[in-house]
């Protein structure tokens, strides 16, 4: 069955007036909360192309700013004489931001040398089995730790829904199981487009239980999101063409965490790639990132559990994370 992406309608009936019943109540009280914040602030894209950084000199695009070293965005007066002509033939088809097919897990994938830690063991805690581990800490559904039984990974996924970050959509079985998923990223966020302190919550526009999540809670959603279903599910990832280049460091992590690696690029794609990294003028740590969220390619994510040790001399093991990635 497949999936469309989903709409606010779908986490709940619209934000109306009725008594909240929970220890929220003083708290919107206190940072003023109400149905009237605005959940979208109104931040222009800046339509970057791999073709127009390396091919149009235009002025820098960024804007400083008194917390964050804004990017330059300096453009390349020359290159490569294929891409020159048609960048186009050099990314297509392979850059394809709607997938034509699902994966299944056992189509070949790069497992990313970096694990993530979930949470250290305990002796009597440890199995033969990581995911019956998980099974056994965590509530049903949750693939992680919970701070609050309530906030759950529907939660995480109606955030970034409700603020425009994203859009999310599950393909299902006959029996209704989810077999994988797509999430196009249309921005991040900021904490100065939060307009507030960063702990100070925000509501939902629908009724929804917790009703209110703070910036925090906004960038743990980017990670919590993902953890649907450990092994055998899979996500399809894309950046919204257009979308603005200037990401938070907080979300160049996520990237490295979560993102692909250039080792998958067909031949053809690499050198482009090569080039952009070699000639623009991104700092290192940024290129990558922006040469996938420009050219609005896609990438395969999948993961499952694993027990990992911490130490050599030290018997400390540590569930986690093992990633699969594949263009």
Known sequence: MSGTPKSRDQYGPPLGTYKINTQHDSLSKKHKVSSSISLRPQTPSSNITLA???????PSIATSTKKYTPLQYTNILVGPKDFMTKPSQLVSPSINPE????????????????????????????????????????????????????????????????????????????????????IKILRIMTPQEWNQPLHSTKTF?????????????????????????????????????GISLKFPKWFIKWFRDFGPLPSLFPQKVAEVYNYFREHSSFVPGYRLISFFASQSITWILAWDYSITNLYEEVDIKLLSRRLRIKW
């Open 99 to 182: 997938p034509p097919r699902p994966p299944t897990f056992m189509d070949e994938y790069l497992i990313k040398p970096d694990i993530l830690p979930i949470i250290t063991l305990e002796k009597e805690w440890i199995k033969e089995n990581p995911t019956k581990i998980a099974e056994d800490l965590f509530p049903s559904t949750f693939h992680y730790p919970p701070q609050n039984v309530f906030k759950n990974r529907t939660f995480y996924e109606f955030i970034l829904v409700d603020t425009d970050s994203a859009e999310i959509s599950h393909t299902s079985d006959k029996e209704g199981t989810i077999i994988y998923s797509k």
């Open 205 to 241: 526009s629908r009724q929804f239980t917790p009703q209110y999540y703070s910036y925090f809670d906004y960038m743990e959603a980017w990670n919590n999101v993902l953890y649907l279903i450990p092994e055998k599910h899979s996500w399809f990832i894309w950046f919204k063409k």
């Open 52 to 58: 127009n950084v390396v091919r149009t000199p235009t």
